[in-house]
């Protein structure tokens, strides 16, 4: 799982509010490197919740890899930033795409249900009597 | 051809029993291991991985995947950002997907969920023996990511336990719950309907398989009030059932009482078959 999902995901646990977003505890990450793409990270950035995406960089140990507010489209525009190792986009694409989660935890911030994260993949299900009505 | 063309193509076509679709066939699919073409663009069944819980390729996917295959020039034009899987069992069509749409390379990315536990570490196996990437996440279809992702899926397939078979069935766990789809093999495929719905974009294409016993023309007319067009974009019978590969897409004329006089009919299959649901239409408005 990468941070572009974890992003997207909620708790759906019985007794949650918002569920969202959920507390990431990793064990093992890696990385896997992938060609940016500006368009997608320009029409994705409005629909990213920039707190919690931040937050999941600083769970990874990662505290300097995005700054604490989004960068502009005109900075993912920027001439050569993909080809720069330091430029937004290409610190956005790393943070969302680049990185998978291999094994962990996603914890409901209401709940405190954990759903685990094995073998990259994050295990939502929860028993009938758990689901939120 | 623009990808945008059978968008262009409104409201629900046709009797599904009398429709000519874009192919029809009859007998048995190709196992996969046919012309070099399918093997670049799909998956490759020897790579597949596989476990005796988790659903094995099957005419059903076989059936799908050729269909998103008579569709990738669309798809490529389409340049869907987010992607997804409900029910991916063992990878096979999440992964010829991304084959397919490999030359997007980034600015695609894919999703896939299933119910059960095994079919998600299979899938994941699959894509990783093809070297293309998806996020799997085990789940009830797609509970957990509704609200997020609400709008902003691109592209939505699913091929649905539809077998009909008493409702306890769908509880069981494991190979059960491939094909168990309760009464008319509908029970799952009319809760994954209103999921799908929240999640497409206003673009956003959904590609499904139903069989003959799930009364495809029902579910085409669900969706038409709910403002989705739709098409059939293959028929194939097998021995055992007559498969469907259904296609929707969002459409302003669906659901209100707006001409489609003004659309110029694309092929002759679409043209032909608008005819024979117009009356089912205006009977419903
Ligand atoms: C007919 S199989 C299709 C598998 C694979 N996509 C293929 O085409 O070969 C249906 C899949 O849906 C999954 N499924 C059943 N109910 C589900 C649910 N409520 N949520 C998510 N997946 C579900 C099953 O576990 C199974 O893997």
Known sequence: MRLLTHNMLASNARGASTGYPLKLQVVKWTTKEAEPNADFLRGMLPKLDWAALVAATHSLGLPGLLPESPPTDAELSADGAADDEGSALRRLHRALLEIHIEEGTLVCPDTERCFPISKGVPNMLLHEDEVRN | ?285
């Open chain 2, 1 to 285: 051809m623009a990808g945008g063309d059978s968008a262009a193509v409104s409201a629900v076509e046709g009797r599904l029993s009398e429709l000519s679709t874009n192919s029809e066939e009859k007998g048995l699919p190709r196992r996969g291991k046919s012309s070099s073409g399918r093997t670049l663009n799909t998956a490759q069944i020897q790579l597949v991985a596989s476990h005796p819980e988790v659903y094995e390729p099957c005419d059903d996917s076989f059936a799908l995947v050729d269909a998103l295959l008579s569709d990738k020039a669309q798809l490529l034009t389409l340049k869907p950002r987010l992607c997804m899987e409900i029910g991916c069992g063992s990878g096979y069509v999440i992964t010829s997907l991304a084959i397919m749409l490999r030359q997007l390379g980034s600015g695609t990315q894919y999703l896939a969920t299933d119910i059960n536990q095994h079919a998600v570490e299979t899938t994941q196996a699959t894509l990783e023996a093809h070297g293309v990437h998806a996020d799997v996440i085990a789940t009830d279809i797609v509970s957990g990511l509704e609200k997020r992702l609400h709008g902003l899926v691109d592209v939505v397939v699913v091929n649905p336990p539809y077998v009909p078979t008493p409702e306890e069935e769908i509880e069981c766990n494991g190979i059960a719950s491939s094909w168990a789809g309760g009464l008319n093999g509908r029970q799952v495929i009319d809760r994954i309907l209103p999921a799908v719905r929240e999640l497409l974009s206003e673009r956003g294409w959904l590609y499904m398989i139903a069989l003959e016993d799930n009364d495809p023309l029902d579910i085409c007319h669900l969706m038409n009030e709910k403002g989705y067009a739709s098409r059939v974009l293959l028929k194939r019978c097998t021995e055992e059932e007559s498969l469907y590969v259904l296609k929707f897409w969002q459409d302003a004329a669906s659901g209100t009482n707006a001409s489609h006089a003004a659309r110029s009919p694309r092929s002759e299959s679409s043209w032909l078959s608008q005819l024979p649901f117009k009356s089912l239409w205006h009977k419903n408005a």
